[in-house]
C-alpha cells in the first residue's frame, strides 16, 4: 500500500508527459511485477496507426524514455501487432495475449474520447491475476486523468492548438536535436548555411491580415470562426510531424520538422494560398502574412522569433497576403540584422 501510494504521489506531481511516462511504467512495473513495461504512441497517418515506442522499463533497471530521433518515422504499422490492431479498430479497453514462451502480454490503451494516442503494453511471465489487473486498472484510471490534464494545459481553448507555453518546451527539443549539426559546422564556418537542398528545422510566425477590420465590421464572434477556420487550414496544410502554435490574439507559429529550404517555402506558400482561396463565412476573403527562418541551436529561442518576425514584418509592409524568408531578405539588402529589445516582447 506504502509503495502503490508512493507511485501515486509521483505521478501527479509531474506537470509533463515524459515525466508523467517515466512515473506511469515504473509504478506498473513495480506493482504488477511486470517483466517490462512500454508506452506507446499510436501515430494515426494518413488514416493509417502505426506503433511507436516512447518508454521503457525492464525489471531490475530503471525506466527511459525511447529516442525518438527519427522524427519523419512514424513507427511500425498497427497491422503487425493484431491483437492491438483489433483492440484498436473495435475500440476496447485492452487486449491480451499469451506467447509460446509463455509470457503474457497486455496492452492498454488511453482512450480520450474516441481517440487513443498512447498505449501501455505490460508483459508479465505469468498470467495476470485478479488483483493485478485491479491494480494496473487504477494506475492507467489516474495516467489517463492526467494525460487529460496536460493536454488540457498545453492547448489553447478557442482553437484547440498547441499554445505559447508549449512552444518554449517543444523549440528547446528542436534546439536540442539541431545542436548536434550545427556542432559540425562551428570552427570558421558561416553562421547560417545555405545550401536548398539541406534539411533544416523551420520557425514560421503568422499573422492574420488586417484582422482588427474583421472584429469591427463583423463582431468579435466572426473574428472567432475566422481563427477556428484559419487554426483547421495549418493543421491540414501542415505536416503530421510539424507543430502548430497559437501563441495569441491572431498570431500562430509552426515549427517545421526536417525540410529543405524550397520545401519549406512550398509548404508555407500552400498554406498561405490555402487560406487565400477560402470563403470564410459572411467574413468573406482573408489573408495571412508569414515570416520565416531556420532554426539553429546556436542562437537563443528570442533572436529566432525575433528574426522571424522581422521577416513579418517586412510582408506586412510590402503588401502583405506574403511569404517572407528571414535570410533571403539579409542577403539581398532588404533587412538589417538588429538584435534589439523588441524581441524580448515574445518572453
Ligand atoms: N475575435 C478575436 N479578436 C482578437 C482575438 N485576439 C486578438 N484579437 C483582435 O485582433 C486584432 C489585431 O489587430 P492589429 O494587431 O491592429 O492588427 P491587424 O488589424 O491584423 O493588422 P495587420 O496585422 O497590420 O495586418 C485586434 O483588434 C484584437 O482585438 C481573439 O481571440 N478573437
Redesign the pocket.
Known amino acids: 500500500m506504502d509503495s502503490l501510494l508512493k507511485h501515486m504521489v509521483d505521478m501527479t506531481g509531474h506537470r509533463d508527459h515524459t515525466m508523467l511516462d517515466i512515473s506511469v511504467i515504473s509504478a506498473v512495473q513495480e506493482l504488477a511485477c511486470a517483466s517490462q513495461v512500454r508506452v506507446l504512441t499510436l501515430a494515426t497517418v494518413r488514416g493509417k496507426v502505426f506503433v511507436r515506442p516512447r518508454a521503457l522499463i525492464r525489471a531490475g533497471e530503471t525506466a527511459q524514455m525511447i529516442d525518438t530521433a527519427d522524427q519523419q518515422h512514424p513507427g511500425d504499422p498497427i497491422e503487425r501487432t493484431p491483437a492491438l490492431a483489433q483492440c484498436i479498430a473495435r475500440h476496447e479497453t485492452s487486449a491480451e495475449l499469451a506467447n509460446e514462451a509463455g509470457e503474457h502480454t497486455l496492452w492498454l490503451p488511453i482512450w480520450l474520447g474516441d481517440k487513443a494516442d498512447t498505449c501501455l503494453e505490460i508483459v508479465h511471465p505469468t498470467p495476470y491475476t485478479r488483483e493485478t489487473i485491479h491494480v494496473i486498472g487504477g494506475i492507467v484510471n489516474v495516467y489517463r486523468n492526467f494525460q487529460n490534464l496536460l493536454d488540457y494545459s498545453e492547448r489553447d481553448s ?1 482553437t484547440g492548438l498547441l499554445n505559447r507555453k508549449t512552444f518554449d518546451d517543444q523549440l528547446s527539443k528542436m534546439l536540442a536535436a539541431s545542436t548536434e549539426q550545427d556542432a559540425i559546422t562551428l570552427p570558421g564556418e558561416p553562421e547560417r548555411r545555405t545550401h536548398s537542398d539541406e534539411e533544416k528545422q523551420w520557425l514560421a510566425v503568422v ?10 465590421r463583423f463582431g ?5 470562426e ?2 477556428i477556420l484559419i487554426a483547421n487550414l495549418l493543421t491540414t496544410s501542415f505536416r503530421a510531424q510539424d507543430r502548430v502554435f497559437r501563441f ?3 498570431e500562430f507559429v509552426v515549427l517545421l520538422r526536417s525540410a529543405t529550404l524550397d520545401n519549406a517555402k512550398k509548404i508555407i506558400e500552400r498554406f498561405r494560398m490555402n487560406v487565400a482561396a477560402h470563403d470564410f463565412p459572411q467574413v468573406g476573403k482573408v489573408t495571412v ?1 508569414v515570416g520565416f527562418v531556420s532554426i539553429s541551436a546556436l542562437e537563443a529561442p528570442v533572436i529566432i522569433l525575433g528574426h522571424a518576425d522581422q521577416a513579418l514584418y517586412y510582408a ?1 509592409s510590402h503588401g ?1 497576403n506574403l511569404v517572407c524568408h528571414y535570410d533571403e531578405l539579409v542577403s539581398g539588402g532588404l533587412l538589417q540584422t538588429i538584435e534589439s529589445n523588441d524581441t524580448a516582447e515574445f518572453f
Open positions: 478557442l499573422d492574420v491580415d488586417h484582422f482588427k477590420h474583421v472584429n469591427d468579435h464572434l466572426y473574428g472567432d475566422v481563427l495569441g490574439g491572431e502574412s506586412k502583405r
